[in-house]
């Protein structure tokens, strides 16, 4: 049965946890995956995680099954910090919310049921994006293309290259976006570019999936959400993937959900339904313990605000990080511009490495970054940055 099964290749990013934990060396750095770690070197578990987990503890809760939308509350919570609590949208009876397992199962999700009912065959990517993102929608059954989006010549947006190549799909394709954050360039759209890409995704009729992955780690929890409202302020349907792995520190929970903005409550009531049936038969209902916790902080004043000063406390570990980061490869000898690790915004910076380099990262430095040069800002503190930015410029300068 299992002979023809031929060996698949590491996964481009979760891969490297492994070759990284195999790694024997002391000095050894993981800037590959997207995990926020503190200056200590640790995953932080968030003061108000813990308080809304103690509670729950004592509780003493019995574990039945969640609805397969999840948890209300939950539901309910994601959609305020999506759209606003002053939004009308949230009371017009057009949206569903369904939690799912992290951003990826949200994405996963969407993308079966776009592909299922609606007969959505085409998506398009930013090039780059996320390694997942081209891997997902291909095993969803789709064809993936992509969109220009990076500018490597300024390490900005190429907004131009983006408007054609959205514009030229054929009507009525799924464009993914990133919210805010762009994983991997770090490289967001300002108010102003939106605009444009709302007009163009308007006028052909496409349908925008936003992946908000890292809401609060730009600017704040607000105005990382202005595409999102842009969006709403359209009226027109759309899609939004949100995960609260980062924000929350929340990886292993598997905490994300699925927001889809239909027309009219009738059409909301036939596509929950449809929605559910996706669910059940794929995994029936969601875990309950992550959508608890991040419930219990959403809806309760005093958490939320320890929650928000926290994701304050981690966006500005990760912007001294960058200074840090771009004067030290600086004082190692870099003469190439890296003012830009300072513009770039969430977790990672967009390095310009190439394949080699960051092959040289790891066998000589025992640095770990993704190949596409990649690295994960939030995984520096001061007891790696110095070995971090020599062994970067002892390879940007061979
Ligand atoms: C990342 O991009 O590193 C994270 O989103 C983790 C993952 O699942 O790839």
Same mark, same amino acid.
């Given at each position: ?6 060996? /698949? ?18 000095? +050894? $750095? ?11 070197? =640790? $995953? ?6 813990? @308080? #809304?987990?103690?509670?729950?503890? #004592? ?10 939308? !999840? ?5 309910? @919570? ?19 919310? /369904? ?20 007969? +959505? ?11 997942? *993102? ?26 131009? !290259? ?34 444009? %890409?709302?007009? &163009?995704?308007?006028? +052909?009729? *496409? %349908? ?9 780690? !730009? ?7 202005? /595409? ?11 899609? %939004?993937?949100?995960?609260?792995? =980062? ?28 929605? =559910?049936? &996706? ?12 959508? =608890? ?36 490869? +600086?004082?190692?000898? &870099?003469?190439?511009? $890296? ?30 970054? &993704? ?5 994960? %800002?939030?995984?520096?503190?001061? /007891? ?15």
């Amino acid at each position: 049965l299992f002979f023809p099964v031929e060996m /698949a290749p590491h996964d481009p990013i979760l891969g490297l946890n492994e070759t990284y934990n195999a790694d024997l060396r002391a000095e +050894k $750095v993981n800037l590959g995956v997207g995990v926020y770690y503190d200056e200590a070197g =640790k $995953v932080p578990l968030l003061r108000a995680v813990q @308080a #809304a987990e103690e509670a729950r503890v #004592a509780e003493h809760a019995p574990r039945s099954y969640l609805p397969i939308e !999840g948890l209300a509350p939950y539901d309910l @919570a994601v959609q305020k910090l999506l759209f606003g609590t002053e939004s009308s949208i949230v009371e017009s009876g057009r949206l569903i919310t /369904a939690q799912s397992l992290g951003g990826t199962g949200a994405l996963k999700l969407g993308a079966d049921f776009l592909f299922r009912l609606t007969g +959505k065959k085409l998506v398009a990517i930013s090039d780059p994006s996320w390694e997942n *993102h081209r891997a997902l929608f291909e095993a969803a059954g789709y064809e993936v293309v992509t969109y220009p989006y990076y500018d490597a010549a300024t390490n900005g947006l190429n907004l131009n !290259g983006m408007l054609e190549g959205i514009e030229a799909l054929p009507e009525g394709s799924v464009v993914l976006l990133h919210a805010c954050c762009h994983n991997p360039t770090g490289v967001d759209l300002g108010l102003a570019d939106w605009a444009r %890409v709302i007009d &163009v995704i308007q006028r +052909k009729n *496409h %349908v925008p999936f936003l992946d908000i992955a890292y809401q609060g780690f !730009g600017e704040n929890l607000q105005d990382d959400a202005l /595409a999102v409202r842009l969006f709403a302020e359209t009226g027109m349907p759309f899609l %939004v993937a949100s995960s609260f792995s =980062k924000s929350f520190s929340l990886y292993g929970e598997r905490v994300g959900a699925l927001t889809l903005v239909t027309s009219t409550p009738d059409e909301r009531d036939r596509v929950l339904s449809q929605l =559910k049936r &996706v669910i059940r038969t794929n995994y029936s209902n969601p875990p309950t313990h992550g959508a =608890k916790v991040v419930a219990a902080v959403l809806n309760n004043p005093e958490l939320y605000a320890m929650w928000e000063d926290e994701l304050a406390e981690m966006r500005e570990r990760i912007r001294g990080m960058r200074q840090a980061l771009a004067e030290k490869l +600086k004082e190692a000898g &870099v003469t190439q511009d $890296v003012d830009y690790i300072q513009r770039q915004r969430g977790m990672f910076s967009y390095s310009g490495l190439n394949k080699d380099q960051v092959k040289r990262l790891a066998d000589e430095f025992a640095i770990y970054a &993704v190949s596409s040069g990649r690295i994960c %800002v939030a995984a520096l503190n001061s /007891a790696n940055i110095d070995h971090v930015a020599k062994a970067i410029a002892a390879v940007m300068k061979d």
